[in-house]
């Protein structure tokens, strides 16, 4: 007996899954979801951001290499990443790499896509002190692990976390007043691909609601445009315990609603 449901698909089937990293962070903020979707038959791919190639130590050694990295350089690079794929990926993202993710759907790329705590598109007005930080590890746990204690989070930010560009950062604080801003996404863009929006409820560095006021400036496109949110979870949600289900959801939910 077959059944319908993704797992069951032959591989050949199953779409590639693309997964854009945050600020502060490397691919490594994604092994767990990486090989979970490896294990159920996709071929994942986590590719770092220009410059930030490589371990955390060998990226906190060099940070000269990005230190000018700005929101339209990472989007093209994952632009051409993903042209270069065989079909239409899922596209997933975190953080800054849900900015990234929104703005790739809205070249026309990606069968479907899933924007986790997205840092904010033009359009959304609220600026979250906490991505001004940077980043020393009491800030890491303000931002990031703020359910933990701050012994249990040091752990956790030696093992991931880097210094990030900070011209992304000015980038999206003050796209609302900057012509064409490079966080701009069409409000009329009905063909662009399916897309989840996941809001974390305890996330200080992207609160619940600048994902909700992305997702009604998404909406607004008319395309398929999804909200959930996790009361519990923090910005740390890709890693935090009970990962695997919001991983086992946002999947579940790319596969069912791509564009074939």
Same mark, same amino acid.
């Given at each position: ?48 951001? @220009? ?155 992207? @609160? ?53």
């Amino acid at each position: 007996m077959t059944t319908d449901t993704p797992d069951a698909a032959p591989a050949a089937q199953k779409p590639a899954i693309v997964l854009v990293h945050g600020l502060w962070l490397t691919p490594l903020s994604w092994e767990g979801w990486k090989q979970r979707f490896e294990s159920k038959g996709h071929t994942v791919l986590a590719p770092a951001w @220009p410059g930030l190639e490589g371990t955390v130590a060998e990226v906190r050694r060099n940070t000269a290499r990005y230190e000018r990295l700005g929101i339209k350089e990472i989007t093209d690079h994952y632009d051409g990443i993903i042209r270069g794929l065989g079909a239409p990926p899922v596209i997933m993202g975190h953080s800054f790499g849900g900015l990234i993710t929104q703005l790739l759907l809205d070249r026309g790329l990606g069968a479907s896509a899933v924007a986790i705590s997205p840092a904010q598109i033009k359009g959304v007005y609220i600026v979250p002190p906490a991505q001004a930080k940077v980043l020393t590890p009491a800030e890491f746990h303000y931002g990031f692990t703020n359910t933990l204690t701050l012994k249990e989070s040091k752990p956790i930010y030696d093992r991931l976390a880097v210094p990030g560009p900070g011209r992304l950062l000015f980038q999206a604080a003050f796209a609302n007043l900057t012509p064409h801003a490079v966080t701009t996404v069409s409000r009329h863009h009905s063909s662009r691909a399916p897309l989840l929006f996941l809001a974390n409820g305890k996330d200080h560095t992207v @609160p619940a609601a600048v994902t909700r006021a992305a997702c009604k400036i998404q909406k607004k496109t008319g395309a398929l445009t999804e909200l959930t949110e996790y009361p519990g979870r923090t910005h740390y949600t890709f890693a935090q315990d009970g990962w695997e289900e919001v991983a086992d959801y946002s999947l579940d939910w790319a596969v069912r609603n791509a564009r074939t």
